[in-house]
């Protein structure tokens, strides 16, 4: 499957369970998907047009409540990888598994960082 890095960023967007995030914050989350600045744009509007974030100013707010679930949206894999937020080589990758494909691997404090639980 190709991934389309604008739709998952969006869903990945939608997952979020912060109440809001600085938009440096968010664009934190989305250098894991793509760090070209027109792609990060186009997800940003994208989410913004299906009221999936609002933005004020530098703040945004996630509205979507479409959180991921650990136990069905998640999967483990075991394995020599290296995660795709911090870059640490990890054995237990986690990847979400989206409609837009799947995005990974993290290690298990970084999952938890990206989708907004710690």
């Known amino acids: 499957m190709t991934e389309d890095p604008v739709e ?13 995030l600085s938009l440096a914050e968010l664009i934190d989350r989305l250098e894991m ?7 990060t744009r186009a997800i940003l509007d994208t989410a913004e047009t299906r ?10 707010r996630p509205t979507s409540g479409q959180f991921l679930s650990f136990e069905s949206d998640v999967i483990t894999k ?6 795709r937020r911090c870059g640490t080589t990890i054995s237990t990758g986690y990847f979400m598994q989206l409609p837009a494909g799947e995005h990974g691997p993290f290690g ?6 990206v989708t907004g639980r710690d």
């Open 78 to 83: 075991t394995g020599e990888f290296d995660c």
């Open 33 to 39: 998907i793509t760090t070209h600045p027109a792609t």
């Open 8 to 20: 998952l960023g969006v869903q990945l967007l939608a997952r979020l369970e912060h109440a809001e």
């Open 51 to 60: 009221g999936i974030i609002e933005r004020d100013g530098d703040t945004v």
């Open 108 to 113: 298990s404090t970084c999952i938890r960082k």
